[in-house]
């Protein structure tokens, strides 16, 4: 492979340096703050995932606290846990895990998830913000696709950039994030009739099908740069993307591989909302003032 590779674990540890040493000036201050994360399932992913969470809460001193429903869970009463930890001043961020007990629906109950604390951009009323180009969460997942981007250095104002997956959790907001970045987007899918075709015309490839080694080779244009956003487990049991990493990489000039892509920076991202809120009008987000002190 002669791609460079694009790691997501140098931005991750930039974003966790920035969120340490704000979030000790916030607890100086008096002022903690806490993620409230909402399960209701025996899933063993979800599970390691929640672990992954609370280590880097726990590295960057911001609670985390698990209301764990478990999977018998009525939709009332999930409902009724996030409005309670909506209510919570105590509260910063809330995250409803997936996978959710039958009958339940992930857009449905993300509507009680209150808009300035929907640290996963989980409301559909989020999503309508991010549409509409207003201040808001969007999905971790697809804000880390950015992010790496950005960490790298890798323009998007102007470029060709498509994007395989359409899912509200990944592939549309992702679309609308780089479409808020003056990039060209392709929004290919399953019913796309020649998803080589789509994919190699563009600069950018980002890859959230859920399909081992669905990206290969014949995918991409040479120079263009591949993120790989999938996480699918082999008939081993190793994470793979969906990205055929080895030989996409001697064609591709730079590649975000699974594991050690946008995952860690997904955990970061959600800890940056729960840390400063909402981003302000001009998309950055920063530790508020204190109180009292001149703004
Ligand atoms: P999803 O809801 O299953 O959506 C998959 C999307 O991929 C759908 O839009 C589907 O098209 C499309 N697709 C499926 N097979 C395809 C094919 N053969 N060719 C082209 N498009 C195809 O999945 P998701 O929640 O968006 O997640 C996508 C992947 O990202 C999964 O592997 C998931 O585990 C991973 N993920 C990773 C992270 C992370 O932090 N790294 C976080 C969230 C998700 P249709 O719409 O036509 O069905």
């Known amino acids: 492979m002669s791609a460079r590779i694009l790691s997501g674990r140098p931005v991750a540890a930039a974003?966790?340096?920035?969120?340490?040493?704000?979030?000790?000036?916030?607890?100086?201050?008096?002022e903690h703050r806490q993620l409230?994360?909402?399960?209701?399932?025996?899933?063993?992913?979800?599970?390691?995932?929640?672990?992954?969470?609370?280590?880097f809460g726990a590295k960057i001193g911001v609670t985390v606290t698990v209301a764990d429903l478990g999977p018998a869970a009525s939709a009332d009463r999930i409902r009724s846990t996030l409005q309670a930890a909506g209510a919570n001043e105590d509260v910063h961020g809330i995250m409803l895990q997936t996978p959710l007990p039958e009958g339940t629906a992930l857009a449905d109950l993300g509507g009680a998830i209150a808009i300035g604390k929907d640290v996963d951009g989980a409301n559909p009323a989020s999503l309508a913000r991010l549409l509409a180009g207003d201040p808001c969460f969007a999905?971790?997942?697809?804000?880390?696709?950015?992010?790496?981007?950005?960490?790298?250095?890798?323009?998007l104002a102007g470029r060709q950039v498509a994007v395989v997956g359409r899912s509200l959790v990944v592939g549309k907001p992702l679309l609308h994030l780089l479409l808020n970045r003056d990039a060209t987007v392709t929004a290919a899918h399953s019913k796309t009739a020649d998803l080589a075709a789509a994919t190699r015309s563009a600069e950018v490839v980002v890859a959230a099908?859920?399909?081992?080694?669905?990206?290969?080779?014949?995918?991409?244009?040479?120079?263009?740069?591949v993120i790989d956003v999938g996480t699918n487990f082999d008939t081993a049991g190793e994470l793979v993307g969906d990205v055929q990493a080895d030989a996409v990489g001697t064609v591709?000039?730079?590649?975000?591989?699974?594991?050690?892509?946008?995952?860690?920076?997904?955990?970061?991202?959600?800890?940056?909302?729960?840390?400063?809120?909402?981003?302000?009008?001009?998309?950055?987000?920063?530790?508020?003032?204190?109180?009292?002190?001149?703004?």
């Open 36 to 55: 409230v994360i909402v399960t209701a399932t025996e899933d063993p992913s979800s599970a390691s995932y929640v672990r992954t969470l609370q280590r």
């Open 209 to 225: 099908a859920g399909r081992a080694g669905l990206i290969g080779p014949a995918h991409v244009a040479p120079g263009s740069v």
């Open 15 to 30: 974003l966790q340096a920035r969120l340490a040493a704000d979030v000790e000036e916030l607890n100086r201050r008096g």
């Open 139 to 155: 999905p971790a997942t697809a804000a880390a696709v950015v992010e790496l981007l950005d960490h790298y250095g890798i323009g």
């Open 252 to 295: 591709a000039a730079a590649l975000s591989p699974v594991p050690g892509g946008v995952g860690a920076v997904t955990t970061a991202l959600l800890f940056r909302n729960t840390v400063y809120g909402l981003p302000h009008a001009s998309g950055t987000q920063a530790l508020p003032a204190a109180a009292g002190a001149a703004r």
